[in-house]
T-cell receptor, first 118, second 109 residues
Framework: DSGVTQTPKHLITATGQRVTLRCSPR?????VYWYQQSLDQGLQFLIH???????AKGNILERFSAQQFPDLHSELNLSSLELGDSALYFC?????????????????FGAGSRLTVL | AQSVTQLDSHVSVSEGTPVLLRCNYS??????LFWYVQHPNKGLQLLLK??????LVKGINGFEAEFKKSETSFHLTKPSAHMSDAAEYFC???????FGKGTKLSVKP
């Protein structure tokens, strides 16, 4: 157990629907990162929050949004789902803000949420 | 801009033989580099990181990587493969924001 908790582990839904993925970071970690892993795109960085504030944005679609709450858990909202959104979504946490050039920012990953859109 | 290229999508070795997983990077400034491992149906786990200290970095499970600025490489090696090393390995640059496509390592008995 890495200490990063993601729910649900598996989710099957239909096109056009909306889902919410939840992440609880490791105790003491203030940064939360979201990644999407698919067979054709590999592991893509989506978004990063530090202590409730958005810090960096990657290849996140406009249909997707995220937030980090005062208790530091984070939610990734995926709406108007398409078949191509089927993927494994990972959350990771770290202690420090993690700038682009930071070498000290080691991530602890959760086990992922597997989303299947039918 | 920064980028990372893992040169092999799949590497197959026999148990007890050396492992070499290749990674080249591109960066306009001194990069931080990481290797993560992902076992089947698991999250990613840090193997090792380079942060401009020693160029030869030792990680967990007997893995190590050498930062070579002249070759812009950060290859991952292990002297002797074990069956439990079978997994997917990711080279990462730029503070965990840019992942390579991954190299799947298979270990034959």
């Amino acid at each position: 157990d890495s200490g990063v908790t993601q729910t649900p582990k598996h989710l099957i839904t239909a096109t056009g629907q909306r889902v919410t993925l939840r992440c609880s970071p490791r105790s003491g970690d203030l940064s939360v990162y979201w990644y999407q892993q698919s067979l054709d795109q590999g592991l893509q960085f989506l978004i990063h929050y530090y202590n409730g504030e958005e810090r960096a944005k990657g290849n996140i679609l406009e249909r997707f949004s995220a937030q980090q709450f005062p208790d530091l858990h984070s939610e990734l909202n995926l709406s108007s789902l398409e078949l191509g959104d089927s993927a494994l979504y990972f959350c990771a946490s770290s202690q420090i803000p993690g700038t682009v050039i930071s070498g000290a920012n080691v991530l602890t990953f959760g086990a992922g949420s597997r989303l299947t859109v039918l | 801009a920064q980028s990372v290229t893992q040169l092999d999508s799949h590497v197959s070795v026999s148990e007890g033989t050396p492992v070499l997983l290749r990674c080249n990077y591109s960066s306009s400034y001194s990069p931080s580099l990481f290797w993560y491992v992902q076992h089947p149906n698991k999250g990613l786990q840090l193997l090792l990181k380079y942060t401009s200290a020693a160029t030869l970095v030792k990680g967990i499970n007997g893995f190590e990587a050498e930062f070579k600025k002249s070759e812009t490489s950060f290859h991952l090696t292990k002297p002797s493969a074990h069956m439990s090393d079978a997994a997917e390995y990711f080279c990462v640059v730029s503070g965990n924001l840019i992942f390579g496509k991954g190299t799947k390592l298979s270990v034959k008995p």
